[in-house]
């Protein structure tokens, strides 16, 4: 393996190990759950927001695999204490990042962690397992109401 490989595997396991802000909020402000219909796959999200504008803190419970699991906790170190705007903003860096490039730069310093799921890219079968959680944020951040969504 190479450095980047090392580095990206290392990453990924201490993720897995110490998953970070896995819990259940009860009485969250927003909710959401994501299912991946390919593998059966699923994570319910809690936020809590400071007002109407920030993150005041971020649960998930998840069942997948390691990739899903690893995004999510990286997500959630990504987004816990900024702003819903900057939220988006993570999440639609990392969506573009692994898939729709497209000449765009990602903006490595908003996502933290995330980064190093870049190479996710190259394997399609395995961009729905880095995006769940992604995409179930947004869902959170976008309805005041509990919503289901799939990577579908
Ligand atoms: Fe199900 Fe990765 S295999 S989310």
Redesign the pocket.
């Known amino acids: 393996m190479n450095d980047l490989q090392d580095l990206y595997a290392e990453v990924v396991m201490d993720h897995n190990r110490r998953p970070r802000n896995f819990k259940k909020i009860e009485g969250a402000d927003r909710t959401a759950d994501g299912f991946?219909p390919?593998?059966?796959?699923q994570i319910s999200l809690y936020l809590n927001l400071d007002g109407d504008d920030s993150i005041q803190d971020i649960g998930y419970v998840a069942v997948?695999?390691?990739?899903?699991k690893a995004a999510a906790s990286m997500m959630s170190e990504a987004v816990k204490g900024r702003s819903l705007e900057n939220a988006q903003r993570v999440v639609s860096e990392f969506r573009q990042m692994i898939t729709d490039r497209d000449g765009h730069e990602p903006d490595y310093e908003i996502m933290g962690d995330l980064e190093i799921l870049e190479g996710v890219a190259n394997y399609p079968t395995?961009i729905?397992?880095?995006t769940?959680p992604l995409h179930t944020l947004a869902s959170a951040i976008d309805s005041e109401n509990k919503k289901i969504v799939s990577?579908e």
Do not use: H, M, Y
């Open positions: 991946n390919l593998c059966g796959d997948g695999c390691a990739i899903s395995r729905k397992c880095a769940l990577t």
